[in-house]
């Protein structure tokens, strides 16, 4: 019983000793630039232009987190569909894995329509009474 913690421990040693010296052979094998240059934000040649810190708008976000939504749900429909493929050829439980698949997929599409109808896809800001949706003033 006890050699099953001792497996957890040698792998989390492992683990924190693979962190510990891959730092210190960073620390060891990376330049170190102390000049004006190598401190600049972009190392790249062009002179910055405004300050970093900037408001980004919410529906960038919403964006962005819809799509890794929609892109891990696609994700697990690629093994679903192999399943599928060999399930029916086998007649075992080919129709319930369909069933099955065909709800995950109208979920998606509720959630899709849901997204769309509040308007968290749109890119182009719509105003109501000189203020911008979702606001109370201007920024």
Do not use: Q
């Not at 408001?55 to 697990?76: G, Q």
């Amino acid at each position: 019983m006890y050699f099953d913690y001792a497996n957890v421990l040698v792998f989390l040693l492992a683990g924190m000793a693979f962190v510990v010296i891959n730092l210190v052979l960073g620390a060891l094998i990376r330049p170190t630039r102390r000049d004006r240059a190598g401190l600049e934000p972009y190392e790249c040649g062009e002179d910055v232009i405004g300050s970093a810190w900037f408001r980004f708008d919410i529906r960038y976000y919403t964006v962005a987190m819809v799509y890794l939504v929609f892109a891990v749900e696609v994700a697990f429909l690629f093994p679903w569909a192999r399943v599928l493929k060999e399930a029916l050829r086998a007649e075992d439980i080919g129709g319930v894995a369909l069933l099955e698949g065909l709800l995950f997929i109208a979920i998606l599409l509720l959630g899709l329509a849901y997204v769309w109808v509040k308007g968290d896809l749109s890119w182009v800001r719509s105003f109501r009474r000189g203020t911008p949706r979702g606001h109370d003033k201007e920024v």
